[in-house]
């Protein structure tokens, strides 16, 4: 049995950090496990200009504690008025990618796009650029069973984006359904897909075990047992096109604790250790650095970091909760027993 897990330093391609005071308290703990982060820009306002974006990157970076080292990697935010222009402006700041949500897919999306259509020239201008999309993959129509809308976005909405964009990066976020994976496994080098700790370790039953538990509610939602194995299976097989993206998303636990509860998972505080218990239970703990540290560098085409971290087998539990501005938060697994635990500070290579 193996006891310690050393491997580099790995990177969150899918985060949220919130702003001011919030911010404040959950930066740290993305900083202490990962190099760098994609950003999500949902904010309100979202973050839609190049100088807001490298705003959000300044208040980020006075948010962290003294001596932790961490890279935001920002975005914009796509809505239906997004100026062309601003493609060219976001790629001379070293912004990497676009977040496309849906409107009304999920938190802070209202401002989002309410038709794929109406941004085809930013995307174009994207193309060109080398720019990223990434892709909160739901369809928004009512009439569609929440536990399908993945699938049916697939069929809808990406099979056409990807024949009209070829050369276009996209990486289909927090995917949760075997259907998911498969496309993404057959789909050509330009298409990828994040995956997160929680939609490896629960499937929807974790939703309704003793009661309605709401700090597992997130979108798109935990699906059925042969959705999650596909999952696992797609994270620890041998495919570069599958990464870490923990889709960590902190709210105040009165507003999760709530009749009209807000989706979002927050796993930053044990984001490695969660990924670590997923591969160990999967017992692909050999493959976990490549899911981990190596994959989405790759795809995102920057370097693997240099510096190692260290994974040791102890047991611990996991916090009930943590301060967030003027409340608290409840992390995922509040109060259960994890079995990794991240090894204080990075060692050099």
């Known amino acids: 049995m193996t006891d310690s897990l050393t491997l580099r330093r790995p990177d969150d391609w899918h985060l949220h950090l919130r702003d001011g005071a919030q911010l404040a308290a959950v930066a740290a703990h993305s900083a202490a496990q990962f190099a760098r982060a994609i950003v999500m820009p949902n904010l309100r306002p979202p973050v839609t200009t190049t100088a807001q974006a490298l705003a959000y990157k300044a208040r980020i970076l006075a948010a962290l504690p003294q001596g932790l080292k961490f890279e935001p990697l920002m975005t914009l935010y796509l809505t239906d008025a997004l100026p062309v222009q ?3 402006r976001a790629r001379a700041a070293g912004i990497l990618a676009c977040k496309l949500y849906p409107a009304g897919a999920t938190t802070n999306s209202d401002a989002g796009v309410s038709d794929i259509r109406r941004i085809e020239p930013v995307l174009e201008a994207m193309q060109k650029a080398g720019m990223l999309l990434l892709v909160h993959g739901e369809v928004t129509d009512p009439e569609i069973d929440i536990f399908d809308r993945e699938a049916v976005f697939i069929e809808r909405q990406l099979i056409p984006l990807r024949q009209r964009f070829p050369e276009l990066k996209i990486v289909f976020e927090h995917i949760t359904t075997r259907e998911a994976a498969q496309y993404v496994a057959q789909a050509g080098p330009h298409t990828a ?3 997160t700790a929680h939609h490896l370790l629960y499937n929807r039953n974790a939703l309704f075990t003793g009661g309605i538990r709401p700090h597992y509610y997130c979108l798109p939602v935990l699906k059925r047992e042969q959705h999650r194995q596909a999952l696992v299976q797609a994270a620890t097989g041998a495919s570069a096109k599958f990464f870490l993206g923990t889709d960590s998303a902190p709210h105040p636990a009165r507003l999760k604790e709530h009749a009209s509860g807000c989706a979002g998972c927050y796993t930053a505080h044990a984001a490695i250790e969660l990924y670590a218990e997923a591969f160990d239970r999967a017992g692909a703990l050999q493959r976990f650095e490549g899911f981990a540290s190596l994959h989405g560098p790759a795809f995102y085409g920057l370097p693997a970091n240099e510096e190692r971290i260290t994974l040791r087998r102890e047991r611990w539990s996991v916090p009930e909760r943590y ?27």
Request: hydrophobic letters at 45%; charged letters at 20%; proline letters at 12%.
């Open 193 to 195: 897909a994040t995956i």
């Open 323 to 349: 301060p967030f501005g003027e409340g608290e938060l409840k992390p995922l697994a509040a109060g259960e027993s994890l079995n990794w635990r991240l090894e204080p500070g990075a060692a050099p290579a």
């Open 86 to 88: 601003e493609i060219a």
